[in-house]
């Protein structure tokens, strides 16, 4: 699915060098590489402050520890996402409410938040599923009006952005109160192991999550609340420091294999290609495909036949996972999360497809369809 060592010798020397500058100070923790790093990334951004942590789960688990909110308050989150989203809002005991998810952004649906806010509702979380913005605008708006957190999982799209109706840009993770960006390495930037950020434009919000990863405490040896030990390693920041000046580059690469996905395979009935919205700069972390008539597995198996790696994200709502039976009532069951679980398929999509790989998936694909096309596609 993806093909990272590629993009590691484009940059070996660059890269060798850091890691090895990194090894040779000896600082391997909280080193001068991370505060760079945060530098650099807010830059990136054009947000205020970045806190560098330990991965992307342990940033959703930081915000919400932040917000200081009340065991029992709801969370609204997609039922059609990666685990994590959900992971530290139950783990916080606080309540995740799994709402739907629009049938061809694969994002939140904005209605189903507006008919899931309770009295109990403390935030939203909208996830920029495969790397395109949930659509912020209306979700700010009923923020706004009802007194509700935004905590963007930004995991798998940084470097994306929203496009808002008055012409501003901005990149996802930096629109609500606090943005989780994760550089595990098939994300957008990605580390040689686990790494993640927060990011957020309030003052008081950064400096609780930065007392919060580094063990509650803000003076060494003093501790002003529980925290935790998550920290980026000086060795992935000094990575990092090196692709973050490739982001815009890696992100354009995804967004070229991504337009010709959409020429070569946008005849097939077959399939539905994932829609971009007018109001987002799709990053492309991943091109997922619905694949209609109860076809998707035996696509996959054709796929696999001919040697094209493909991946189901994701095969399960999160409320029929059995981690989370206690926050879906018997027979939950939510339309377009239902479909898109028993439909959706990933293909290749990174920042070395050659046009030859390209058209090796295009074509098989196309071979599936006329193989199939007895049965009325
Ligand atoms: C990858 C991912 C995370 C978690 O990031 P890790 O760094 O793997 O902990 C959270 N949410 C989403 C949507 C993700 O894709």
Not at 110 to 120: F, R
Not at 328 to 336: D, I, V
């Amino acid at each position: 699915m993806v093909d990272l060592k590629s993009q590691y010798l484009k940059i070996k020397d660059e890269i060798d060098s850091a890691l090895l500058n990194c090894v040779e100070s000896t600082q391997y923790i909280k080193g001068p590489d991370v505060k760079q790093f945060e530098e650099n990334l807010a830059k990136y951004l054009d947000v205020n402050h970045v806190i560098s942590c330990g991965n992307g789960t342990d940033a959703l688990q930081i915000a919400f520890m932040a917000l200081n909110l009340q065991p029992g308050d709801e969370v609204i989150v997609p039922a059609f996402t990666y685990v994590a989203t959900a992971e530290a809002i139950a783990l916080l005991k606080l309540t995740p409410v799994m709402v739907d998810v629009e049938p061809h952004t694969f994002n939140i649906d904005v209605n189903a938040v507006k008919k899931a806010i309770t009295p109990k509702t403390k935030a939203i979380v909208p996830v920029h599923l495969y790397g395109q913005t949930a659509n912020m605008e209306p979700i700010i708006q009923l923020a706004e009006k009802h007194g509700l957190y935004i905590i963007e999982d930004n995991a798998q799209a940084l470097g994306a952005e929203t496009i808002f109706s008055d012409g501003i840009v901005k990149k996802t993770g930096t629109i609500g109160h606090i943005g989780c960006n994760s550089f595990f390495p098939t994300k957008n930037l990605g580390t040689f192991g686990d790494g993640g950020a927060l990011t957020t434009n309030d003052e008081k919000l950064a400096e609780r999550c930065r007392i919060i990863s580094t063990h509650g405490q803000k003076q060494k040896y003093y501790h002003e609340t529980i925290g935790c030990n998550s920290r980026l390693d000086t060795i992935h920041a000094a990575v990092l420091n090196v692709k973050l000046k490739y982001l815009d580059d890696y992100i354009s690469a995804r967004q070229k294999a991504a337009e010709c996905y959409y020429k070569n395979l946008n005849e097939l009935d077959l399939l539905t290609l994932p829609q971009k919205a007018t109001y987002a700069n799709h990053s492309f972390n991943q091109f997922t495909l619905t694949v209609k008539n109860g076809k998707r597995d035996a696509l996959q198996e054709h796929l696999k036949q001919n040697s094209i790696p493909s991946i189901i994200y994701y095969p399960l709502p999160l409320y029929k996972q059995p981690a989370f039976q206690q926050y879906s009532p018997e027979g939950f069951k939510l339309q377009n999360t239902e479909i898109l679980c028993n439909s959706v398929l990933s293909i290749p999509m990174h920042t070395e497809l050659t046009e030859d790989i390209q058209n090796k998936v295009i074509q098989t694909i196309k071979y599936f369809k006329n193989k199939n096309s007895t049965n009325h596609f």
